[in-house]
């Protein structure tokens, strides 16, 4: 059972492009909804969250947009660069839960 | 200062061994998690434990079993090592169930010949 389902399976963008990575979720018991970034030999790191009380959130060239009605959020990286090559997940978690569940993760190459 | 280290970062054995992998997390988190990562790169949780209680068990072979000595450390113990076992195998750490997200360790990369 996939709970998080993540779009596309791989991407490539040029540099300066925007990358734009979505996910799809049906609990609507989750309550917080957080990307990661991973690089390879590496653990994956915390990018950027968001809460479902709002609709988007910016953290300097990454934006997470959420909409609730159509329970679906995504991952936008504005003016790519090759920097940013990496695989990307956008993950899930239910309230009072005390796990994250995963989507299937995003390779992104930026090519230079 | 590493946030959440784990031990080894490699592993090759043979099938039918029994080997451990070892978690310490020093950000002062009451919950730690063993997820594994498979070929395709997809991320499934394994156990968690809050405070040394553990929490989540998913569906797990009973050769595999974690222990938390205390709320800093998570190791985790297999048993009967199979092929199928082969992947990376990632520790993390999080305050108060994750709401502000997890720390991952940089994984254990797991080989069974």
């Known amino acids: 059972q996939q709970q998080v389902k993540q779009s596309p399976q791989s991407l490539i963008v040029q540099k300066g492009g925007i990358s734009i990575i979505n996910c799809a979720y049906e609990?609507?018991?989750?309550?917080?909804f957080p990307w990661y970034q991973q690089f390879p030999g590496k653990g994956p790191a915390l990018l950027i969250a968001?809460?479902?009380?709002?609709s988007e959130k910016k953290e300097g060239r990454f934006t997470i947009s959420f909409n609730k009605s159509a329970k679906q959020f995504s991952l936008h990286i504005m003016d790519s660069q090759p920097g940013d090559s990496a695989t990307y997940f956008c993950?899930?978690?239910?309230?009072?839960?005390?796990?994250?569940?995963f989507g299937q993760g995003t390779r992104l190459t930026i090519n230079p | 200062d590493t946030a959440v280290s784990q031990t080894p970062k490699y592993l090759v054995t043979q099938m039918g061994n029994d080997k451990s992998i070892k978690c310490e997390q020093n950000?002062?988190?009451?919950?730690m998690y063993w997820y594994k990562q498979d070929s395709k790169k997809f991320l499934k949780i394994m156990f968690s434990?809050?405070?040394?209680?553990?929490?989540i068990n998913e569906t797990v072979p009973n050769r595999f079993s974690p222990k938390s000595p205390d709320k800093a450390h998570l190791n985790l113990h297999i048993n009967s090592l199979e092929l199928g076992d082969s992947a990376v195998y990632f520790c993390?750490?999080?305050?108060?169930?994750?709401?502000?997200?997890?720390?991952f360790g940089s994984g254990t990369r797991l080989t069974v010949v």
């Open positions: 993390a750490s999080s305050q108060s169930g994750g709401s502000n997200g997890y720390t």
């Open positions: 609990n609507t018991a989750f309550d917080y």
């Open positions: 968001i809460r479902p009380d709002v």
């Open positions: 993950a899930a978690r239910g309230q009072g839960a005390q796990k994250l569940v």
């Open positions: 950000l002062g988190h009451d919950t």
């Open positions: 434990y809050n405070n040394k209680e553990l929490i």
